[in-house]
Structures are given as structure tokens and as C-alpha cells.
């Protein structure tokens, strides 16, 4: 206990000194870092969201799942217990990022007490990351203005904007089983890899509504298994793990149409680093101005880039 | 710039690293730090509030200066320089601390919104201080109203409340200068130690409304010519610069009428062991059960301390 204690005080104290050296370091464009709030609610409801923002948070930078608890003030007990069941499926993932829960106001007055309270110093968020409203044509009215007003919050409170938009939705709350029942019922070795599989593959098999007995794992062929006794779309299944997968040799496209500080190709060039995307090829669509101005314009790009990795110019 | 830049890369990960770590380690009693958010609005508005968190915090822990703007949506702009200004305060007096504004919201749910979302993890206040009302019989009843449910806020939110009372209260807001007029009218080497008091002195002496000429500094006797040359109760300025001085002989009484969990010991402890306050005695009030049992209770009491200090137990 005593060894541990002195160690625990040794790591706060090296924290606390060096988020205050932070403090007072100009920002420029060299020590930029993408700092990420992104709106999970629970993070295990939205894995994919989770990895995604983890790609580009991961030994780099800040990652802070937000969770906005809408026109309800929580109690103390409901707050912790919010913020230990994220923080559980987040160290079950092996990802480490951090869990803020706000409660009694509306999404984008949130956000904005997120935003502009989350962190210490320095080390704050100044990405706001959210899924796409797939539901936006059908969903009510207000429901659709808070997600809008959400939008503008970021913008007024000075931070870049990110939205991930999957073709299946983000929202898993009802596919994925519940982090607690897992680590309840199934105390196996804790899942380096796919673990959002795992949960998934117990969602389906102990799920008290299928009313199935477990049976015995077979361990080899994971996902394949669980695709063939279950009736998990493949493409939905896909979509949630998609940013833990090894890529294949594709594109990632980037539309960079104006020259907006640089975001939009620095995200992309994080994610094509991961040892995961490493296949993938960046391929940069440009504005230019004239058919005869196309070389040098590309020259100009290019000088302007300093990728390490192939890139494709269009 | 090249080697500043990666020094503070470094510094950045050390951080993130640290905290990262801290986050799944469980609280308990051996590794509990004092971590305050302190209520001080602006910091150079209550110079004696934040000297008195800093006391306890300094190379220990974390301190927040809280600031809530009640009733009023800031702009990016209006948060950034009411941070700066802040950051400024803090930097010239040597301060390590942190700075947090929340707004659009009263008192009490902007405390809530701050003891929520302050901070990342485990480098989060534990504490809430506050300065005493000093005009509850005279304030109008929607002030009291708040600052009553603040310290509710504090209890709900399952922190610690401490509350500041000096005789002469908090609020220096007319009497000290404004940190940016004195830093951009009279570039001076940082004043380590008496900040505070150069910018009294800087008020009395520059001041607008006074209308009288910059004369040169005496720099000898500051604190001295200060109080001949102007109309500063002696008084006030002690209670201004109470937190800087050295202490004199003198006792610290506490009155520790319940074991409730020892932070009302702890801290005067720690108050205790800063060489400013290291010649005060502690005088610790217990209640004891009768007469009888005094000399048995006092060793108890005597051997749960593990004071290093001398102290006094009556």
C-alpha cells in the first residue's frame, strides 16, 4: 500500500506539473493538437464514434466522451454511476480517453458547458465530434434544432466541427450488450482485440429476451460464428467495427475546397498513419483556378503538405 | 522553435500520460488531496480568497479560480480575455493555478455545471471554497437565496465546503489595480513576493480618478509609503496581503467537533507545515464524553493525529 501510495502521488504530481507548464505556452501551429470532445452519450451506445475518434486521439491527444443527460438534474449517486459505466467500457476496450457527464439542460447548452469547462489549462477539448443525424427527416422538430443549435455551439465556441456519418447509424443501444452484464456473467481474459465483438456476440447469446442457453465459445472463429447463428446484418455488424478492422488497400478522399487552416487534411493523415489505415491511399481533391495554372497549383500543394505517404492530387 | 516545439510535445504527453494513468486508480484514504475550486469571479478581485487556496494547494494539488458571469452568454471573445486576464493575475503573483468561466447561468448551477466538468479524470476539485457573505443582512434575498444553494451544491455534488471569513472581507475589487494597466503602464520586474501589494500601491498611485502624476517608486519601504502617503486603512491591507506574510507566533484553533472524515484537520496541517505559518501552533477542540475519560481520549485523539508538529489538545 505504501509503495503504491507514493507512486500514486508521484504520477498526480507529474500530471499536475505538467499540465501547468502547459498553461502558459503560446498556441501556434506547430504544438496544435486535435483535442476531441465527441458526443457518445454512453460510449458503449456508439462504438464506432468511440473508435473513430480514437484513431485520432490514440498516444496523441485528449479524447473526452461526452454525455449529455437532457432535462434532468442527477443526483450525485447517478452522475458516478454514469461515469463508472463508461469508464468500464472504455478500459474493456482498452481505450484510453476520459468520460464528462452533464446534466440538467438541453444538448447544445451542454455541449457549450462542455466545451468550455471540460479540461484543465491546456488540455481541453477543441474538436467537437458528433455522428450524423441519420433520423433528421423524420425525427421532431425540436429534437432536429438541437442538433443544429449543437452545430453553431462549436462554431461560437471557437472549435472545428467534425461529423461521422455511417451509412447504418452510429446509435448500437440496442445490439451491444450492456458493459456490467458482461463483466458480470462472462469474467473472461479481458478482449486486446474486437472486443466490441465480444459484446455484441454476448449481447446475442444472453440476451434474456432470446431465452437461449449460453453454450461454449468457439473462440477461432468469432465473428464468423456469431454472423452465422444470429440475424446481425453483416453490413450493420461491418459498420461497427469498421475503424477497428484492418483496412484494406482503399482511398481515403478528402475534399479540401478551401484552405481553412488545414484540418481537413490533417485528420485524414493521423488516420492513414494508424498501422490500421497504414494501406489505405490519401487522395486530395483541390479547388484550381485554371486549366493552365493546374501544374504549378499541384506544385504549390504539394510543396505544402509534407506527407510521408503516397497521395494522389486530382 | 523547433526544439521548443517538441519540449513541449513532451510536456503535453507527460501529461496526458499521467492523467491517463490516474484515471483508474481508486480513491481512498492514503491518496486523497485537497483539489479546490475556489469562487473567487476575477482573481485579482479577491487576492486574499486564492492566496488562501494556494496555501494549501501549492506543489500539492490542483486549484481552480472559479468564475461564474450569472445571467450572460459570453462570446469566445469576452470567455477568452476574462480567461487571459485571469491567467495574467495568476502569472504575475506566481500563482499555479487554473482558471475556469462559466456563464449563462445562476450562481449555483454554473457551481454544479463546475464541479461536473472541471478538470479531466481524477485532477478534478474535490473542495469547493468560498468567501463568507459578509453582507447576508443587508444583500438582497435572490443573493442570499444563492449563495445558500451554492453551498447545497457543494454537498450535493459530493464535495468538500469550505468557506473563507475575513472581518474585513474578500472583495478588493475597488481597491486593487487592474493587473493589465499595471503590466502595460509599468513593465517592472515580476514582484515575486508583495504582488498584491504592488498593485494597491499601483492602484493609489495611477489611479484615474485620483488625478495625480506618477511619481518614482520607493521601493524600500513600499508597504510603508503606501500607507502614509494614502488613505488605506491598515487594516484592509493586512487582510490583503493576511495569506503572504509571515505568521507570527500564534495558534490555529480547530474545533473538531465530529470525525468527519479529518479534512477540518488536514488542512490547517497543511496551512501549518508552509514556512509562512511555521511557527503557529495548532490547538485542537475535541468534545470528550466526561471528565473522567479526558487523559484516555486525549491519547487517542493524540495517537490518530500523526502530527509532526507540536499541538495542543484541550
Not at 461521422?164 to 452484464?181: F, Q, V
Not at 464468423?224 to 450493420?236: A, D, F, H, Y
Request: with cysteine; proline share 3%; aromatic share 8%.
Amino acid at each position: 500500500m505504501e509503495v503504491e501510495s507514493s507512486t500514486q502521488a508521484q504520477t498526480y504530481r507529474a500530471a499536475l506539473t505538467s499540465i501547468q507548464q502547459l498553461v502558459h505556452i503560446e498556441e501556434h501551429v506547430k504544438n496544435y493538437r486535435p483535442q476531441i470532445l465527441v458526443l457518445t452519450g454512453l460510449p458503449n451506445t456508439r462504438p464506432a464514434l468511440v473508435d473513430f475518434a480514437y484513431l485520432i486521439c490514440k498516444n496523441n491527444s485528449l479524447m473526452v466522451c461526452g454525455n449529455v443527460v437532457e432535462q434532468e438534474r442527477l443526483t450525485f449517486e447517478m452522475r458516478s454511476n454514469l461515469q463508472q459505466k463508461a469508464y468500464r467500457y472504455l478500459r474493456f476496450t482498452n481505450i484510453k480517453g476520459f468520460c464528462s457527464v452533464a446534466d440538467n439542460s438541453n444538448l447544445h447548452t451542454g455541449v457549450a458547458a462542455m466545451l468550455g469547462l471540460t479540461g484543465v489549462g491546456k488540455v481541453k477539448p477543441n474538436i467537437l465530434m458528433m455522428g450524423y443525424k441519420n433520423d433528421w427527416l423524420t425525427c421532431d422538430r425540436n429534437s432536429l434544432d438541437q442538433y443544429v443549435l449543437t452545430i453553431h455551439t462549436g462554431f461560437e465556441m471557437n472549435v472545428s466541427v467534425v461529423i461521422l456519418r455511417l451509412k447504418e447509424g452510429l446509435d448500437c443501444s440496442g445490439i451491444i450488450a450492456d458493459i456490467d452484464d458482461l463483466i458480470l456473467k462472462a469474467p473472461t481474459k479481458k478482449a486486446k482485440e474486437n472486443s466490441v465483438c465480444l459484446l455484441l456476440q454476448f449481447k446475442l447469446k444472453f440476451d434474456p429476451l432470446r431465452k437461449e442457453g449460453p453454450r461454449k465459445t468457439r473462440r477461432k472463429r468469432k465473428t464468423k460464428t456469431l454472423l452465422e447463428g444470429n440475424q446481425l446484418p453483416k453490413s450493420v455488424l461491418n459498420s461497427i467495427i469498421l475503424f477497428q478492422r484492418k483496412q484494406k488497400k482503399d482511398t481515403i478522399d478528402i475534399w479540401w475546397l478551401s484552405d481553412d487552416g488545414g484540418l481537413t487534411l490533417l485528420l485524414p493523415v493521423i488516420i492513414n498513419r494508424r498501422s490500421n489505415w497504414s494501406e489505405t491511399k490519401l487522395r486530395i481533391f483541390c479547388t484550381a483556378s485554371g486549366v493552365h495554372e493546374l501544374e504549378n497549383e499541384q506544385k504549390g500543394y504539394e510543396s505544402n503538405f509534407y506527407l510521408r505517404k503516397d497521395y494522389l492530387i486530382k
